[in-house]
Every structure is written in structure tokens, then in C-alpha cells.
């Protein structure tokens, strides 16, 4: 790679004289970009792709319903495709690099060799839906109201960011606290810019279905909640010939269909209804793909590699519940879930353990702590369990090929047993006050029955009254932010180039924020100063030994029952799309939008009485 950004010598008040600073059409952690000033398209991208049709599709991300445009704050349960298709952002990632973004609004990027600030160039022809500017002050309004009013996620991510201001219609500037690190000027970069004057009638803090203002490429045209939602192209947008979208945003619309129930979600993808789905369930992806249409190879089913690191899914423990406070308790549960068994007999072999919070990349800690590692957590050894140092970093037991394994019940009752929870006559564990150890476990997802009532039933086995409820989506987000739950199997992404997100998710801060992503109210000084040596990470290498030494402290603390990851994405198509020969590795949901519509295709499935046509 190729290290473009050019460094001038600048004298300014705020900073001390003859500071250095870069001044680039883009933005590496570590400084290295693939694409020079005069790019003309990312290499994943087809610049001669079609032009037109619709890319329809099931909800993103498994999201079963939704009640609000408002994607920025913590009520109701907002439509996530709205972030991803109507706003710009001042820089964009490219899917192609690690940890790279060129500019979009932003024409170019200013920040000292300290990282005390950062200034970005807008383009004064970046213009909102309304033909009104993009401009610093819509960027201020936007970090202001994401700090003060927004998702505990931004709150966190923009914690370091102590002003920032307008100084001139095209320039805003971003003041950073000390050691606030590289990372965060690409997150503040590809934050979504929100139009100041739109939230002048519009409570930016209050769930809406307003039709939202953006500046990007495509604009929210008709809203059937809580079932379709579809996005068509601006046709005066902006952006369309800059380097950043060359063969991006080749269809006309975009649709989404939401599902409740995966079942009827997966039938009318087989009745052509929509037209590209993402399979979630290994089940399903076996067995579900014998309709007449895959069997005449119409609907293709694809798998597509992913290069970034694994989801952190799992089951998560709500430590804000006394009883799950002690750690033989959780270590209990954890020996309770039967990987083996679920992968062969519910998953189809077809998935691999999740031993860690960074699954699928150097950055997993891995044997005995040793070298950098070992000498960044020896600043905390007296803070830490003692095996960190004693014994390799801990990977879940696998369970057996049996759904019950005596075994490793028995173990967990003797952990249960050393926690002060023993069996009573009728069977129930209790403590010493005569209180049951009774453990919730809701969901949304109907699907999720198949695995976890295996589990809640080794719970049972165990005395344990635990009990797995598939409740209401919008019962769920409001239990889930309110934190009434005591056991919680999400997803989180992880980025490739961790940094100061990691705070939202594992830090003390966020412990306590209602509805924030730290979903088991960690909060751990070690925890805390090792987030901060990622984030102050100047090279690669750095990063990747302060983030081993954080994941082999966090799976040492045993919050979570590690799940299970595939490395890849299982999608099925009707045969209508055409996608670039070589798809970027890094952000398969953002790799969509180089796909493109093949018209002589439709027209062909459409005569074969496969479609209805009217695309």
C-alpha cells in the first residue's frame, strides 16, 4: 500500500507552532491508504454497472418490526435502513481496506500528529433533499444532539469529542480529548450528517414517521409500517459522480419487507415477493431451498466469505441481577448450553464456537499470555485472576453429542452448589434465605425456540426455574433497554479495527446508560484502562496486543456463553442481479449497493411465469 496523505507545516493559535498536520483526500488509523487523490472508483466497483430496477429484500439484520423513522435515539423501534440509505456522511468507508475512508461531504481532512483535533473540508455543492446546503452548522447540530440526546451508542462513541464548531460555512472543526486516539476521527467521519433545519418542527429526541431529510442517495418513498418501507433514488442527488459512489447505488429503489415470523418470511421469498433474503437460520438454509424455484434454478443460494471478524453473539448475562453477580453461578450456565449437540442436531454441523470477543482474527487471545501481551497486563496484575497469567485464555466447553451431558451438568452443580444455591426436596434450587434461583430469558425471535429450549431445559435438569419466553418485538426493545432480563442472546458487530465503540459495549460508563449496547452492566477498571490502550493504539501492532489482552480479561470474567459464527453470509437470489467478479472483503450489507439489476433476466423469469413482472 501506498501512504498518500500529505503533511504541511502549519502555524495556528490552537495548536502549538510548527505542529505537523496532514492534510488528505482520505483517512487510515495507521495512515496507509490504497487510493490516491485522483481515484476514480473503488476497485470492487463496477463503473459501467446498469442502471434501474429494484432490489427488494427482507429486513436488515432480523429486525421483525419497526414503528419509528427516528434512527438516532433509544425509543421506539426504528426502521434501520434508514441510516444506511438517506444520509451522507463526511467520509465513507472502503470495503476493500481494514480501516480506510475517502471523503463524501468532506473534500478533504485535516488532524495534527497528536490527534488533538480534527478539521474537515465540506463540498459546497453537497445539498440536502430540499436543495438546501450541507453545512458545518448541520454537522455541529448533528454531534450536539447525538451527544446530548442521542442512542447511549453515540453517547459513548462521541465522549471524546469536547467542542465542535463551524468555522465557515464549508469547514467544521472537531476539538478531542487527550488520548482520545486516531480511531475516533474515522468514527466521527462516517457519522450520518442530519439537517439542522428539518428538526426546527421535528423533536430529533421523540419516535416519529415523518418522512426523514437527508442528504444521500436515496429518499424514504412509501412507508407501510410495520410491514414495507422502500427508498427511491434522488434523481438530482448530489453525490453521484464522486469517486466514493462510481458504481454504487445502481438501482432505482430499494425494499424492504419485514417479517415477524421467518417462516411466512421465507415463503414469500419462494413465491417471488422479494427478491433477496440473508439466511440466518442453518435449518432453513439446508432444508428450506426446495421450492419448484430453487429446484429450476431461479433462486440461486450463495455464500459469500466475510472478512471481518466474527459478530460477539452469544448469550449475554445481565450481571445487574444479584444473583448472576457471582461468577461460579454464570460459569454454571455456561457449562449448562451444549454446543456439540445444537451444532450437529439443530445447526446442521455448519457452524464453529465463538471462544472470543474477537472471533476470526489475530486479535483473539489465544494459549498463555507472552511477549507485549503479557507485559501490558502485568501493569494490572493485581487486579486480575490470578489464572490469567496461570492458564490459557479460556474456550468454552464444547458439551458432547448428547443433549444432556452428565458430566458437564454435574459440573455446573457443583459450581451452583459452591455459590450457596442447593436442591431442596422438591427438586429447586434455593439459597440460604429460601429464595428459588429463577432466571428469565425473552426474546423476539420465534426461530431461537429450537436452541434455547434445549437449554432452559438443562437449566431445569440443574433445579434452576428458569424460564425462555418469545415475547412481542416491542415488548422486547422496551425490556431490553430497561435491562429486564437476566439472559439476552444478541449480536453485536466488531469492527476491524476496534476503538472507542468498544466503551459502549463493554465499558463502566455504558453500564449504567438505560438501554445502552453493555448488556451485562459491565463495569471493570481493567476493563476501562484497556479500552483506552486501543483506542490511544498509534500502530497495528499495539492494537492487536491491547485488544488480545482485553478479550482474555473479558473471557475470563465469563458474561457471556459464547455462540457460534459461520465466517461467511448464506444468501439466496432470484437470478436478476449482476455483483462485481472479485466482492470487497470487509462489509458484505454495504457490498450490496455495487450489485445491479439485469433487466434481460427479470423479463426472462417474468415470461417463464416465475415473477409477476412490474419492475
Known amino acids: 500500500m501506498k501512504n498518500f496523505p500529505v503533511t504541511l507545516t502549519l502555524i495556528a493559535l490552537t495548536t502549538p507552532a510548527f505542529a505537523d498536520v496532514t492534510i488528505s483526500h482520505g483517512f487510515s488509523t495507521f495512515g496507509d491508504l490504497k487510493y490516491g487523490p485522483d481515484f476514480t472508483h473503488f476497485d470492487y466497483a463496477n463503473p459501467d454497472a446498469p442502471q434501474g430496477g429494484t432490489m427488494s429484500q427482507r429486513q436488515l439484520f432480523g429486525t421483525p418490526t419497526f414503528d419509528s423513522l427516528n434512527a438516532f435515539i433509544i425509543k421506539g423501534d426504528s426502521a434501520p435502513e434508514v441510516s444506511v440509505h438517506i444520509y451522507d456522511s463526511l467520509m465513507v468507508r472502503a470495503n476493500d481496506e481494514p480501516d480506510a475512508l475517502y471523503g463524501l461531504i468532506a473534500e478533504t481532512i485535516e488532524y495534527p500528529d497528536d490527534f488533538s483535533y480534527v478539521v474537515f473540508n465540506m463540498r459546497p455543492e453537497a445539498r440536502f433533499h430540499d436543495d438546501t446546503p450541507v453545512t458545518a452548522a448541520d454537522v455541529v447540530f448533528t454531534i450536539n444532539a447525538l451527544q446530548t440526546e442521542g442512542h447511549p451508542y453515540y453517547r459513548n462513541l462521541l465522549s471524546d469529542v469536547t467542542a465542535v464548531t463551524a468555522e465557515s460555512a464549508t469547514r467544521v472543526r472537531f476539538d478531542l480529548a487527550p488520548g482520545a486516539g486516531?480511531?475516533?476521527?474515522?468514527?466521527?467521519?462516517?457519522?450520518?450528517?442530519?439537517?439542522?433545519?428539518?428538526?426546527?418542527?421535528?423533536?430529533?429526541?421523540?419516535?416519529?414517521?415523518?418522512?426523514?431529510?437527508?442528504s444521500g442517495p436515496y429518499e424514504v418513498t412509501t412507508v407501510d409500517a410495520p410491514r414495507t418501507i422502500t427508498f427511491c433514488k434522488d434523481p438530482d442527488y448530489w453525490g453521484a459522480d464522486l469517486p466514493v459512489n462510481t458504481g454504487r447505488n445502481n438501482f432505482d429503489c430499494f425494499t424492504y419487507e419485514y417479517f415477524v415470523d421467518d417462516t411466512v418470511g421465507l415463503e414469500a421469498f419462494a413465491a417471488g415477493e422479494y427478491h433477496m433474503r440473508v439466511e440466518y437460520r442453518s435449518a432453513s438454509w439446508a432444508t428450506g431451498y426446495d421450492f419448484p424455484a430453487a429446484q429450476r434454478g431461479w433462486v440461486q443460494q450463495l455464500l459469500i466469505p466475510d472478512g471481518r471478524p466474527a459478530n460477539a453473539q452469544g448469550i449475554w448475562f445481565n450481571m445487574r441481577n444479584p444473583v448472576l453477580q457471582d461468577i461460579r453461578v454464570r460459569q454454571a450456565l455456561e457449562y449448562a448450553f451444549n454446543f456439540e449437540w445444537t451444532n450437529d442436531t439443530i445447526f446442521y454441523g455448519t457452524y464453529t464456537r465463538n471462544d472470543s470477543f474477537f472471533e476470526n482474527t489475530d486479535m483473539q487471545a489465544t494459549g498463555f499470555?507472552?511477549?507485549?501481551e503479557l507485559a501490558l497486563l502485568?501493569?494490572?496484575?493485581?487486579?486480575?485472576?490470578?489464572?490469567?497469567?496461570?492458564?490459557?485464555?479460556?474456550?468454552?466447553?464444547?458439551?458432547?453429542?448428547?443433549?444432556?451431558?452428565?458430566?458437564?451438568?454435574?459440573?455446573?452443580?457443583?459450581?451452583?452448589?459452591?455459590?450457596?444455591?442447593?436442591?431442596?426436596?422438591?427438586?429447586?434450587?434455593?439459597?440460604?434465605?429460601g429464595e428459588i434461583l429463577h432466571l428469565e430469558f425473552p426474546d423476539s425471535s420465534r426461530s431461537l425456540e429450537r436452541i434455547m429450549i434445549p437449554y432452559t431445559e438443562n437449566l431445569k435438569a440443574l433445579g434452576i426455574d428458569a424460564e425462555f419466553e418469545v415475547i412481542d418485538p416491542s415488548a422486547w426493545t422496551q425490556r431490553r433497554q430497561a435491562f429486564d432480563f437476566d439472559l439476552s442472546s444478541t449480536a453485536w458487530s466488531v469492527a476491524t479495527t476496534p476503538g472507542a465503540e468498544l466503551r459502549a459495549f463493554y465499558g463502566s460508563a455504558a453500564a449504567g446508560a438505560e438501554g445502552s449496547n453493555n448488556l451485562t452492566g459491565l463495569a471493570d477498571p481493567v476493563v476501562d484502562a484497556l479500552i483506552e490502550k486501543v483506542v490511544v493504539a498509534s500502530t497495528r501492532e499495539e492494537l492487536t496486543t491491547a485488544v488480545r489482552?482485553?478479550?482474555?480479561?473479558?473471557?475470563?470474567?465469563?458474561?457471556?456463553?459464547?455462540?457460534?459464527?459461520?465466517?461467511?453470509?448464506?444468501?439466496?437470489?432470484w437470478d436478476?442481479?449482476?455483483?462485481?467478479?472479485?466482492?470487497?472483503?470487509?462489509?458484505?450489507?454495504?457490498?450490496?449497493?455495487?450489485?445491479w439489476f439485469e433487466r434481460d433476466k427479470y423479463d426472462a423469469l417474468v415470461a417463464e411465469g416465475a415473477l409477476d413482472g412490474g419492475l
Open 378 to 433: 502485568e501493569e494490572f496484575r493485581d487486579q486480575l485472576l490470578p489464572e490469567i497469567f496461570t492458564e490459557p485464555a479460556h474456550v468454552p466447553n464444547p458439551g458432547s453429542d448428547r443433549p444432556r451431558d452428565r458430566g458437564d451438568l454435574r459440573r455446573a452443580g457443583e459450581l451452583l452448589e459452591a455459590a450457596g444455591w442447593t436442591v431442596g426436596d422438591d427438586g429447586m434450587r434455593r439459597n440460604a434465605a
Open 549 to 573: 489482552a482485553l478479550d482474555r480479561v473479558l473471557r475470563s470474567k465469563h458474561i457471556w456463553i459464547g455462540g457460534w459464527n459461520l465466517g461467511a453470509h448464506r444468501v439466496a437470489v
Open 576 to 595: 436478476i442481479f449482476g455483483m462485481p467478479e472479485t466482492p470487497a472483503p470487509y462489509d458484505f450489507f454495504r457490498n450490496v449497493d455495487f450489485w
Open 182 to 214: 486516531s480511531g475516533l476521527l474515522g468514527s466521527v467521519a462516517e457519522l450520518p450528517v442530519l439537517p439542522a433545519h428539518f428538526y426546527d418542527t421535528v423533536d430529533f429526541a421523540e419516535s416519529w414517521m415523518d418522512i426523514p431529510l437527508g
Open 369 to 372: 499470555p507472552e511477549g507485549a
